[in-house]
């Protein structure tokens, strides 16, 4: 396989993002770890809640080459998400959002969002 179609295959639908570009270190799966340990802690998640946390690698011209995306569905059913523009290792508590930001990241049905 070549370069372009390894590229092709590792997009997500029509977006430029890629995730799982690269392998995850020991050092990227304790940053995941601690970032969703500060969203639970943050939020107020119960230990159901799923938190999802990933890099991905964007192409475009302007994007970060690499950013974390953070998604968590609550029990009410309710997705939320935020970007944090920089890698996951390099993510501190201070970049996730205030606490009562909580309702603001309500992804709205028809948002069209491809990072989650």
């Known amino acids: 396989m070549n370069d372009d179609a390894a590229a092709q295959q590792n997009t997500v639908g029509n977006s430029p993002f890629r995730l799982g570009a690269r392998n995850k270190t020991a050092q990227d799966r304790a940053a995941i770890a601690r970032v969703k340990q500060w969203v639970r ?35 009410d059913g309710q997705r939320r998400h935020y970007k944090v523009f920089k890698p996951v290792v390099d993510v501190v508590e201070d970049d996730l959002p205030p606490s009562w930001m909580k309702n603001a990241l309500i992804v709205l049905d028809g948002m069209g969002c491809d990072c989650c």
């Open 41 to 75: 802690d943050r939020f107020r998640l119960n230990e159901d809640d799923v938190v999802m946390v990933n890099e991905l690698e964007c192409a475009l011209p302007g994007c970060p080459p690499l950013e974390t995306v953070i998604a968590f569905w609550t029990e």
